[in-house]
């Protein structure tokens, strides 16, 4: 094989070959850039790194290598082999070029790569976000829900423990204080869970709702302000609260105890909020005769739709018997676990057989909502970011709003 036609093979790497790595006795040194040597181009005997590569070629002088340099400028522009000289050495030298240029654009592009631009604003930023949220529940601007035109009366009942009752009252009365309601709370529940949350006093021996429907005391004077929600008051709940049922059972007109200490109340108020406890005594009897409106939590999960039928039919035998004005008016869907099929399948049955009084927002399952009361806070002033805060808020806006349409229709 010649010598041209050695030179004209390719290496493995598609660079063209050394003809003296095929000779015997040739040592096919590679050239400084790890490159074969080239046919035409002589391998030195040392390399000298201050030198050039062209002044490094044997017998080289300084116009020859400006001159073989322009001849390779040329050769670079055409085709090497038709147009004259040294295919396999324009060929090398081609190659070296465009390694190169790849080598000079890949540091450029590092050097000089414009940054990414962030089409995220301050404003699409999760801090952000919950900053708004936090805003839109504390409303320190004052915007104030549509009021309505007589207070409303509302029992938050279900027989079923545990299905947020209390929690829904605590932070519906907090939502709607916050913005511009009057709101009474009444404990009614032996535990005083409302009260606790609320961060009022309700330790044996605290004026409470005991009192009042025991011993006959005015509602004002066991009434405690709320510390930071202006508008909103709370009547405590004590462990005396348990005996009442079996102390009311002697006492006449004991169904209707709480309604005559609502309606003797002589503050202004918008909404009272009665917790009841996971009963159908005595005491949620006196809460169904007080109230015109019945608000139902239910939990999305199948044992909370067991007890749900007996407290409607409660509900009726309380409006044929005692108070011809209650209605369930509202149903609210809480620990709502989207990740899961039982919560859609409970909330798609409730909506389907309820109608248009379950609420639109649903409360979901949220850690914060369960942190909040370790603090005496309910989590509308302990997390006001948080989903169960404008879930909460949500949910009272929209009972305002629907309150306003129906006074607005009568």
């Known amino acids: 094989m010649s010598d041209a036609a050695v030179g004209r093979m390719a290496s493995p790497l598609g660079w063209p070959g050394d003809p003296t790595a ?10 400084p850039l790890g490159w074969p040597w080239s046919r035409t181009t002589p391998i030195p005997d040392t390399i000298d790194p201050t030198v050039s590569e062209p002044e490094q070629s044997a017998g080289a002088e300084p116009g020859a290598q400006s001159e073989s340099g322009s001849e390779t400028e040329e050769a670079l522009m055409v085709d090497a082999g038709p147009q004259g000289g040294s ?26 790569a414009p940054d990414p631009v962030s089409r995220e604003t301050d404003d699409d930023l999760p801090i952000a976000i919950e900053a708004r949220r936090a805003v839109a529940v504390l409303n320190p601007s004052g915007e104030a829900m549509p009021r309505p035109p007589a207070t409303r009366i509302m029992c938050v009942a279900n027989q079923k423990g545990g299905v947020g009752k209390t929690t829904s009252t605590v932070n519906l009365a907090v939502a709607l204080a916050l913005h511009g309601s009057r709101v009474l709370v009444v404990d009614l529940d032996p535990q005083g869970n409302a009260s606790t949350g609320l961060g009022v006093d309700h330790h044996a021996g605290i004026p409470s709702i005991y009192d009042v429907l025991i011993e006959g005391v005015p509602l004002a004077d066991v009434a405690a302000p709320v510390e930071g929600v202006p508008g909103l008051l709370c009547v405590p709940a004590t462990i005396d609260l348990a005996g009442a049922e079996i102390e009311l059972v002697s006492v006449v007109a004991r169904e209707t105890r709480l309604r005559r200490a609502i309606e003797a109340y002589d503050g202004d108020l918008d909404y009272v909020l009665i917790d009841c406890p996971p009963s159908l005594g005595l005491l949620t009897v006196n809460a ?24 409607l039919r409660n509900v009726d035998l309380v409006k044929a018997h005692l108070n011809n004005d209650v209605e369930v008016t509202t149903i609210l869907l809480t620990m709502y676990d989207g990740r899961t099929k039982l919560a859609d399948q409970v909330a798609a049955e409730v909506r389907e057989h309820f109608k248009d009084i379950v609420l639109s927002t649903v409360i979901p399952r949220s850690v914060r909502v369960s942190e909040a009361p370790g603090y005496g806070q309910s989590v509308m002033t302990y997390d006001p970011g948080s989903r169960g805060a404008t879930s909460y808020l949500s949910a ?13 229709a009568t």
């Open 288 to 311: 169904l005769v007080a109230a015109r409106e019945v608000l139902i939590p239910i939990q999305c999960e199948y044992y909370a739709l067991e007890g749900l039928g007996q407290l």
């Open 87 to 112: 295919p396999d050495g324009a060929a090398t030298d081609a190659s070296h070029r465009r390694i190169r240029e790849v080598l000079d654009a890949a540091t450029v592009s590092r050097e000089t």
């Open 396 to 408: 009272a806006r929209e009972i305002a709003v629907r309150g306003a349409k129906e006074a607005a």
């Open 22 to 31: 095929h000779r015997p006795g040739s040592a096919g040194r590679p050239s």
